[in-house]
């Protein structure tokens, strides 16, 4: 459960710092829109699954020994 809540806060904070009028001023920042989004997304699920698969490889070849 504290795992989630840190990880729902860093959201929050995120998209505060990203579409809040006040923090982009303050960080000279402007908001993304969906292209942009679904780059990042697409991105990091590519990551994601080639960390996965090398895990999964690492693993059989650890048990081939």
């Known amino acids: 459960l504290p795992l989630l ?9 995120q998209l505060l710092f990203t579409y ?3 923090m982009q001023r303050l960080f000279q920042s402007a908001a993304i829109g969906a292209r942009e989004w679904a780059a990042i997304l697409i991105f990091g699920l590519a990551v994601f699954l080639v960390v996965g698969l090398e895990k999964q ?3 059989r070849l650890s048990r081939r020994k």
Do not use: K
């Open 20 to 22: 809040a009028a006040p």
């Open 57 to 59: 490889l690492r693993l």
């Open 5 to 13: 809540a840190g990880v729902a806060v860093t959201i929050c904070l």
